[in-house]
């Protein structure tokens, strides 16, 4: 049984859609907390994903794939290269 069929569908726009602005909204806010960011972006982007294979949009997919490594690229300068 695939654990993602249990969750319905607008759990994954929802959250998609909130993750990704607040976000986007702590990034512009551009404070220390801002890095989080990233996160919530990934965080995003595996719900669109979620949400595009449960409806076969893959052009959604494929675009959040890419997302999904510019948000990688994100959570390492800022959480991980930064630490160091």
């Known amino acids: 049984m ?3 069929s249990d969750i319905p569908l607008w759990a994954f726009e929802w959250a ?3 993750l990704g ?6 990034l512009s806010l551009n404070v220390r907390a801002s890095r989080f960011g990233w996160l919530l972006f ?3 982007n595996g ?3 979620a949400y595009g294979v449960k409806v076969g ?6 675009m959040q794939i890419g997302f999904t490594l510019t948000s ?3 959570v390492y300068r800022w ?6």
């Open 21 to 26: 602005l607040t976000g986007a909204a702590l």
């Open 47 to 49: 719900a669109w994903i």
């Open 2 to 4: 695939n654990p993602i």
């Open 72 to 74: 990688l690229m994100g």
């Open 57 to 62: 949009a893959h052009g959604l997919v494929v």
């Open 16 to 18: 998609g859609a909130f």
């Open 79 to 84: 959480l991980v290269a930064a630490k160091m």
């Open 42 to 44: 990934l965080l995003s």
